[in-house]
């Protein structure tokens, strides 16, 4: 029988000491994946935030990417991220948000080919074994820089819009909302408390 490819492209935001909030996304996807990033690369250049991270794009401009994002569908519920309070061993979130994301896209005869961003070989070893102990059926887990993949880059805009609307921004929370709603972004943990403001 042969196997379904599902593609895992996996990035985090939290590490920083000034964050009380550990965040991790998952893109999962079984879609023809050069077509994903055709699509990926077009919203970059329509929003404006080119290959940029959240942090280094202007504000105006990762929400328009988000909000393009959303309206195209481009990846049809196969978003997934985790929240979780720090301080709390890195290695753990990973595995968790990995695991459940691929569980929940509910196929049954897979192999799993993940991607995480800037992972050293150790690391990537250390999460292919927590896998495997946890029945999760991989082909390989490796590193790979932001810079060369948009799936990756997608993982870290929907971080970092989950760790805004964690701290109460308010677009943030709105968008993240609305994605929550139409299931285009799904919570594999307890959905953050948000900060409140004064």
């Not at 074994?129 to 820089?145: I, P």
Request: charged share 30%; net charge positive.
């Amino acid at each position: 029988m042969n196997k379904e490819k599902l593609y895992c492209y996996v990035d985090e935001t939290g590490q920083d000491v000034a964050s009380r909030l550990f965040v991790v996304v998952a893109v999962v996807s079984a879609d023809e994946q050069g077509g994903l990033r055709q699509a990926l690369t077009e919203i970059e250049e329509a929003a404006g935030t080119g290959r940029r991270k959240w942090h280094k794009s202007r504000p105006e401009r990762r929400l328009c990417y988000l909000g393009l994002v959303l309206e195209k569908n481009v990846v049809p519920g196969g978003v997934f991220f985790g929240a979780y309070p720090k301080p709390l061993p890195y290695f753990f979130p990973f595995v968790e948000v990995i695991e459940r994301a691929i569980k929940m896209m509910g196929r049954k005869h897979y192999t799993a080919r993940i991607l995480i961003d800037g992972i050293d070989r150790q690391k990537a070893r250390e999460i292919t074994n927590a896998l495997r102990l946890r029945d999760v059926c991989l082909e390989t887990v490796k590193g790979r820089r932001d810079e060369s993949e948009p799936l990756i880059r997608l993982a870290d805009m929907w971080a970092g819009c989950v760790r805004a609307a964690a701290l109460g921004s308010r677009e943030e929370e709105e968008l993240l909302d609305r994605a929550l709603r139409l299931q285009r972004v799904q919570c594999v943990t307890e959905l953050p408390q948000k900060r409140k403001t004064p």
